[in-house]
């Protein structure tokens, strides 16, 4: 079993920059991908960025590309989502998870605002 805690979210202004961390228990995390996800109010859950197990292999989906770095630590159990150049359409809650998800991994995920 895998337990992911995220933080590192808030409120910041369009152009800011804020470092997301998840968290992960459990010995498996480094055999993972990992990947972000986000949830706006009444959208689904979007993929934002995946890391492969080791760390050399990231994508990312294009309404983020050239913005946000995801990236991991595995001797810590953790991922990171660097996000830079906020806009207000990145509002939203944002999870990590494996990929592909799993449904039992969920965590409280941490919220996103960005706003003026």
């Known amino acids: 079993q895998v337990q992911l805690v995220e933080s590192g979210g808030g409120l910041v202004q369009p152009g800011g920059s804020l470092r997301l961390s998840c968290a992960a228990s459990?010995?498996?995390?480094?055999?993972?991908?990992m990947g972000w996800y986000r949830q706006a109010p009444g959208q689904q859950r979007d993929l934002v960025a995946s890391?492969?197990?080791?760390?050399?292999?990231?994508n990312y989906a294009d309404f983020v590309k050239g913005r946000f770095t995801i990236s991991r630590d595995n001797a810590k159990d953790t991922v990171y989502l660097q996000m830079n150049s906020l806009k207000p359409e990145d509002t939203a809650i944002y999870y990590c998870n494996t990929i592909p998800r799993i449904a039992n991994y969920w965590g409280q995920g941490t919220q996103v605002t960005v706003s003026s």
């Open positions: 459990g010995r498996t995390f480094s055999l993972n991908i």
């Open positions: 890391i492969s197990s080791g760390g050399s292999r990231t």
